[in-house]
């Protein structure tokens, strides 16, 4: 198989262990020897943040200068930003639910679970024509939908 494939011996013995690849982990958390004595502050300037509405909060770059000129950071703008989208990217929350097959049950329980998560019905909502919930498309753009009882 090695020479079939033109790969290494110790890779397709590896391929074989796997039913599928195993990818890279690290074996400890990167460091950052310039951010890590400001992670608490920019930790906490993230978890104001939170307080604010969205267009009042800060950027990583609002973060970046405000470190420079307040801490007196040495540290590169990209440092910072790749740090703070990663604290964002972890601490948002999700709802996930997932089905094997697009069917009219899966797409009640879905609304019947996201109405229950997000503890409320929306007044509306708009579909990306999902043939579960649009059951023709009319010439002038108009659609039925497939809950339509008239």
């Known amino acids: 198989m090695a020479r079939y494939f033109n790969k290494d011996r110790k890779t397709i013995a590896k391929m074989l ?7 890279y982990r690290r074996s400890e958390a990167p460091r950052r020897p310039t951010l890590d004595d400001y992670v608490g502050v920019i930790n906490e300037i993230l978890r104001t943040d939170k307080a604010l509405i969205k267009k009042q909060r800060y950027t990583a770059k609002r973060i970046f200068e405000r470190l420079r000129d307040e801490h007196w950071y040495a540290g590169s703008l990209t440092t910072v930003t790749y740090y703070v989208r990663e604290q964002k990217r972890r601490t948002k929350e999700v709802f996930v639910k997932g089905y094997p097959a697009e069917t009219i049950e899966a797409f009640c329980d879905g609304h019947v679970s996201a109405f229950a998560f997000f503890g ?15 059951a023709r498309i009319l010439g002038d753009k108009t659609r039925i939908s497939s809950f339509d009882t008239s």
């Open 120 to 134: 409320g019905i929306p007044q509306s909502i708009f579909y990306d024509n999902a043939k579960i919930a649009v």
């Open 17 to 23: 262990r796997h039913a599928l690849p195993p990818g």
